[in-house]
């Protein structure tokens, strides 16, 4: 198939993207058990929850003079802690399915870095599996992400220097973990665990040594340097000022209404009164 | 009587004739033989007149008087036994011969052919690395004394094992015998022992299930309670939803396993639904989909993403709103320059993006009820009827109305944005409308 260089976005054979594609990718649910088991490593904790704040995307390079035709994009789709954490504390494995026109199409990543390194010349849609360590969920969680390799603006500004990059923030929600888990993630930097309250004790878990936990070092991976930093705060900011502007037309709308009930009860009164 | 005399109500003696004949004999009747009083009156106090049983139904006893019947002391045997002790028991004789026949107990006297294997045969067909012949021994003759009770076998065994293991190499040697023995496979393919052999890790599961179930405690019987019916209801939403969408947005939910995994491990059932969450769905989930459900069909999943949560939060917020209504929720929020989705899904802003949409629709259903309670007054008609927390969309509103009483310029966007039928007069801000109009109503 000949490639226009500038818009082609349509993506290989039967992965037709209909309609407008949403910008956080749909989820997927998959059954998880309902674990009942009473030893105590394994009770449940409830009403508390840990989150495990992950991006997902790819960062696409073209390849300029060195792109043939079936070749025009190196990319990279990846899964890591949105501050760069290492993921591997929850996360067993990554399976990443790609199009069946790639050889092997489900491609396992087993360590950190959970990311798959690829070239290709088309956009279609990866389905991401994350597969958890056995303690934290039987279930795999799925994740969908479009690759993108043509930068939005249709001016065709192709560049070998500047990646094409799509990230999407999601967190990874664990409901009633279990106490062994909570115990063992609790000082981890890429596991938001909330305060217990007052009064629960955790079993004692071999500490971990923090030397010996991998950090993944921003010099190992030379995609770090594009990596987007989300940041919660512009988005909260954003919310509280529209609910308070919204607030205060529910305020208005309600004086007015009670104003109008007000004269309603005048005008109801004359027939009767006089 | 004597419920009158409690009372204390005169006695009122039917001028009856008969009866002042039949009280004398009440009279006499009233000092019965041997019971008390009280207890006479129990049964009514007089015998009553007709009798409750007809004596004709009854059977009568079949005993033709030719027969001399007499009771003697006779001693017995009993088949069952093994000795030849002789007990003594009173026997009815007839005509002075006693009965014949076998004691009458003997024939409960039942046991378990429990199967009996020679050396060779043991050396053919029946060794196994676990077992030595010697406990196979021990084990069927234990069988064999105890009729089977795997439980006492397995206490009296003399080396410590688990009643399932018991029983899988009772039930695995007399199976090998039933087939050595039969004179060709077809013959015992119907016996039950060859149809479904026993099979361990099935039993040793089953009993662990079992007995998780049989410890639950209270709260975990009402939990799993709790989720059964969320997952019902949940299925029940997903089945509505599939069968109103286009097949290009196909939602999965798995059904039938869960029923089935239901009869087998009741603990270990898995939570169901596969769910696709997307936004357009909202309105066709037009069942009870509050926010609590919500939450514990979330709390059931155990691991889900934080934008499928926020979804399935909205989609329960917005539930008992119009698809019109969620558009212009929407719409609102685009003005707001706030994302449709949060592009940072993080808890806080989950729950900000959430209270934000329910005030919004809060507010949109404050202003359709203004505007009702203005028509009204401006109309005085009793056919607009105030109810305006329906949530539906009243389109028949007339667009005569203009809605003067909100007075912003995104009033007069939104309305342009409608597409009903054009609008002569587009809304202005509304103070001064609003009071000319009042006054137009008073006046006349």
């Not at chain 1, 790639?102 to 491609?107: E, I, L, T």
């Not at chain 1, 973990?177 to 217990?196: C, D, K, T, W, Y």
């Not at chain 1, 991976?221 to 705060?233: D, G, K, Y």
């Not at chain 2, 094992?161 to 050595?180: D, G, M, P």
């Amino acid at each position: 198939m000949p490639q226009n260089s500038s818009k082609n976005h349509s993506s290989n054979q039967q992965l037709d993207v209909t309609g407008p594609t949403p910008k956080s990718p749909r989820t997927k649910m998959v059954r998880s058990s309902d674990d009942n088991e009473k030893k105590n490593l394994v009770k449940k904790l409830k009403d508390i929850e840990i989150s495990v704040p992950i991006v997902y995307g790819n960062i696409a390079f073209w390849l300029g003079k060195k792109a043939s035709e079936y070749q025009s994009h190196k990319w990279t789709v990846y899964v890591r802690g949105a501050t760069n954490e290492d993921l591997s504390v929850v996360v067993k494995r990554v399976v990443f399915q790609l199009h069946s026109s790639f050889n092997n199409p489900m491609r396992v990543v087993e360590s950190p870095p959970f990311e798959l390194s690829e070239s290709g010349w088309g956009e279609f849609e990866i389905a991401i599996t994350l597969h958890f360590h056995s303690d934290v969920s039987e279930k795999p969680l799925h994740l969908y992400h479009h690759l993108k390799l043509y930068p939005e603006d249709d001016s065709g500004s192709l560049s070998v220097k500047k990646p094409v990059v799509v990230e999407s923030y999601d967190e990874v929600v664990f409901a009633e973990p279990s106490e062994g888990l909570f115990a063992r993630v609790q000082n981890h930097p890429a596991v938001i665990v909330p305060r217990l309250p007052a009064g629960f004790s955790l079993p004692p878990v071999p500490a971990e040594d923090a030397d010996k936990r991998k950090r993944i070092d921003p010099k190992d991976n030379p995609l770090t340097q594009w990596f987007t930093n989300f940041s919660e705060a512009d988005e909260l900011l954003k919310l509280a000022a529209a609910r308070q502007q919204v607030q205060a037309q529910i305020a208005r709308v309600r004086r007015q209404l009670s104003l109008i009930d007000g004269q309603h009860q005048q005008q109801l009164k004359p027939p009767s009164e006089l | 009587m004597d419920a009158k005399d409690i009372l204390g109500l005169p006695k009122i003696s039917l001028p009856i004739p008969q009866e002042k004949k039949s009280r004398p004999q009440k009279d006499s009747q009233r000092k019965p033989d041997g019971i008390s009083r009280e207890v006479y009156a129990l049964t009514g106090g007089v015998a009553p007149l007709m009798p409750s049983i007809d004596v004709n139904q009854l059977k009568k006893r079949q005993q033709p008087e030719n027969e001399k019947i007499t009771w003697e002391w006779l001693s017995f045997t009993n088949s069952a036994r093994k000795d030849d002790l002789k007990l003594y028991h009173w026997v009815r004789v007839v005509n002075g011969t006693p009965p014949s026949g076998d004691y009458s107990f003997a024939k409960y006297n039942k046991s378990v052919d429990v199967i009996k294997y020679t050396d060779e045969e043991y050396e053919k067909h029946l060794t196994d690395d676990s077992w030595t012949k010697e406990e196979t021994d021990q084990l069927f003759d234990l069988c064999e004394r105890f009729d089977l009770r795997f439980v006492v076998v397995a206490d009296r065994f003399p080396s410590s094992r688990s009643v399932e293991e018991l029983k899988n190499r009772y039930y695995s040697v007399s199976r090998a015998i039933l087939i050595a023995r039969a004179p060709s496979p077809a013959d015992v393919s119907g016996h039950p022992l060859v149809k479904e052999p026993y099979n361990i890790s099935q039993e040793i599961d089953r009993k662990r299930a079992l007995s998780m179930v049989l410890s639950q405690t209270k709260q975990q019987e009402r939990k799993d309670a709790e989720i059964l019916s969320e997952a019902k209801k949940i299925m029940e939403s997903r089945m509505a939803a599939k069968a109103a969408q286009d097949a290009e947005l196909a939602v999965t939910s798995n059904t039938s396993p869960e029923g089935m995994e239901k009869t087998t491990a009741p603990v270990e059932t898995a939570s169901p639904s596969n769910v696709q969450a997307t936004s357009g769905v909202a309105p066709l989930m037009s069942m009870a989909d509050n926010a609590a459900s919500a939450a514990a069909s979330l709390r059931m999943l155990r691991v889900y993403l934080r934008t499928y949560a926020l979804d399935q939060m909205v989609q329960a917020a917005s539930s008992s709103a119009g698809l019109r209504t969620i558009k212009r929720v929407e719409q609102f929020l685009q003005e707001l320059k706030v994302n449709l989705k949060p592009k940072v899904p993080t808890k806080a802003v989950c729950a900000e993006h959430l209270e934000l949409r329910k005030e919004i629709l809060t507010l949109l259903n404050l202003q359709k009820l203004l505007q009702n309670k203005e028509e009204g007054s401006s109309y005085r008609e009793g056919s607009y009827t105030e109810t305006p927390d329906t949530p539906k969309d009243r389109s028949f509103i007339p667009d005569s109305v203009s809605f003067g009483a909100i007075s912003t310029e995104r009033v007069g966007k939104r309305d342009q944005k409608r597409k009903g039928p054009g609008r002569e007069a587009p809304s202005s801000p509304a103070q001064s409308n609003k009071r000319p109009r009042k006054l137009k109503a008073t006046d006349s």
